[in-house]
């Protein structure tokens, strides 16, 4: 027989051993969650991926493919290994004695097209900024409205809209007629076929999608901040500085990269605007697609125009990452 003293000092190793059991099953059922959690995470994200995967991560590798190849007489490429597409963007070969001699004709157009592009961004960012914070002013009711008139060019066609800025560039357009009826000038001024043309066409065509990613943010200020910052004696300019800058600058960055990508790329603007006469990379892909046939050297140049945009945001995300690392430590 066992004493009732004797059976307190048994219970407890009997029942420290049952706990086991519900947190066996415990942790199988966190698994299983976890598991159904991972295959509803795939399904929802799967399409993405692989409509991203065949219309983007296909075309990419195949472009890339191309650019080490030779090209065939006719268009098309020939599977023999080659790197003269990269060659032909910094040099020439000389057809006597096959040396190679520096050409800076495609460095130069490479180059054009960057500062076409920091121009449109800088030039999309100080129209687009007070356009955004006017509209994030605005009573809610006509917010609306405003975005709707922001909105409205990208219902017609790209193509027409930079038609119509040729039609105002020209030399008997709208600018210089006006000018000419007001007698500022006697005669035309000429516009057209100019860097200065074909940035006007970019901005024209990009500065809506500044704006609305910088309203989608200064609608969410917070505007008696403003009120406070005066109270405390802050110019307008130290109130825009350390009040509206900082909390706008997602949407200044978002803006920046959705403008100066298409930018960099663009064709359309450069050959109507720029008559043919002006290239950028854009229209220099085109023709080595379509004119020379050099399919090899078009997609050389593609890469090489991906790999500076992929350099640039990789070097901004870096600093960005540097910044917000150091910061902390400044602080007091």
């Known amino acids: 027989m066992v004493s009732v003293d004797q ?4 219970d407890p190793p009997a029942r420290s051993a049952h706990p086991a059991l519900p947190d066996a099953s415990t942790r199988a059922g966190a698994d299983a969650r976890q598991r159904r959690e991972r295959w509803y995470r795939a399904l929802l994200v799967g399409p ?37 597409a990269y060659r032909q963007f910094l040099f020439d070969r000389d057809i006597f004695d096959e040396s190679l001699v520096f050409n800076s004709a495609y460095l130069e157009i490479f180059l054009r097209s960057l500062l076409l592009a920091v121009f449109s961004v800088v030039a ?23 975005i709707f008139a922001i909105t409205l060019p990208f219902w017609t066609n790209l193509l027409i809209r930079t038609f119509c800025i040729l039609l105002i560039l020209r030399e008997r357009g709208l600018i210089n007629n006006t000018l000419i009826w007001l007698g500022a000038i ?10 200065f043309s074909m940035g006007v066409g970019l901005v024209y065509s990009y500065l809506p999608f500044m704006v609305l990613p910088l309203y989608a943010n200064l609608e969410k200020l917070d505007f008696r901040l403003l009120e406070a910052a005066h109270d405390l004696y802050a110019s307008r300019w130290r109130a825009f500085r350390w009040v509206v800058l900082p909390h706008a600058k997602s949407g200044i960055i978002a803006g920046s990269v959705l403008v100066f ?20 990379i854009g229209n220099l892909i085109q023709l080595q697609f379509m004119s020379s046939r050099n399919w090899p050297f078009g997609a050389a140049v593609a890469v090489i125009l991906l790999a500076s945009i992929m350099a640039i945001l990789v070097a901004y995300v870096l ?12 602080k007091p």
Not at 48 to 68: A, D, N
Not at 124 to 144: E, K, M, V, Y
């Open 7 to 10: 059976a307190r000092h048994l």
């Open 48 to 84: 993405g991926l692989l409509t991203i995967g065949i219309f983007l991560g296909v075309p990419i590798v195949i472009i890339f493919v191309f650019s080490f190849l030779s090209p065939a007489t006719y268009g098309g490429v020939e599977w023999e290994f080659s790197y003269e």
């Open 124 to 146: 999309c960012l100080l129209l687009g900024f007070p356009t955004a914070f006017f509209i994030a002013t605005r009573p809610a009711a006509r917010r609306n409205l405003w």
């Open 186 to 195: 006697d005669e035309p001024i000429p516009m057209m076929y100019t860097d």
């Open 261 to 280: 990508v298409p930018s960099l790329g663009t064709f359309l603007a450069p050959d109507l605007l720029g008559g043919g006469k002006r290239l950028m």
């Open 319 to 330: 600093y960005n990452n540097r910044q917000a690392s150091v910061q902390p430590e400044d």
